[in-house]
């Protein structure tokens, strides 16, 4: 990780917890976010100039991932605005529904803040619509 990396990932800490999230440094390039009143919680990661954000929404058996549900995940008028789903192998036959959005980083300025703020809202935003999507899954 280079110094501006960390410098960053200080900067985003801090912007965060100013905010109101609670935030915890999980490795040197990730974080993760935490709404105090909902209690759901974002992973982010930095990799060289882009901070990659991802909330869990569900885990489930990899039997429950049908071409019907994958169907409403893709569809454009499902809720979900600004996010996009993401599956990934939880192990065990388990499969991780994650909800996940970017945003390039340039100078840490006003425009980088609010583009990270609106990145962070979008996920808690978009994550009640999913719920109401996956609702009918065993988890």
Same mark, same amino acid.
């Given at each position: ?13 801090? %912007? ?8 915890? =440094? ?9 709404? %105090? ?15 990659? %954000? ?13 071409? =019907? ?52 809202? &979008?996920? &808690? ?11 009918? %899954?065993?988890?």
């Amino acid at each position: 990780m280079t110094p501006t990396a960390a410098a960053t990932m200080g900067q985003i800490h801090a %912007l965060l917890a100013e905010r109101g999230y609670e935030v915890q =440094e999980t490795a040197p390039d990730h974080l993760k976010i935490r709404d %105090l009143s909902s209690g759901v919680t974002i992973q982010t990661v930095l990799q060289g100039e882009i901070l990659f %954000l991802t909330l869990t929404c569900t885990v489930v058996p990899q039997s429950a991932i049908t071409a =019907e549900l994958m169907a409403k995940m893709l569809e454009a008028d499902n809720g979900i605005s600004t996010s996009h789903f993401q599956l990934y192998d939880a192990g065990q036959g388990n499969v991780a529904i994650t909800l996940n959005n970017f945003c390039k980083l340039q100078e840490m300025g006003p425009d980088d803040e609010d583009d990270i703020l609106s990145c962070v809202h &979008f996920l &808690f935003v978009d994550v009640m619509s999913a719920r109401r999507l996956l609702a009918g %899954l065993v988890s």
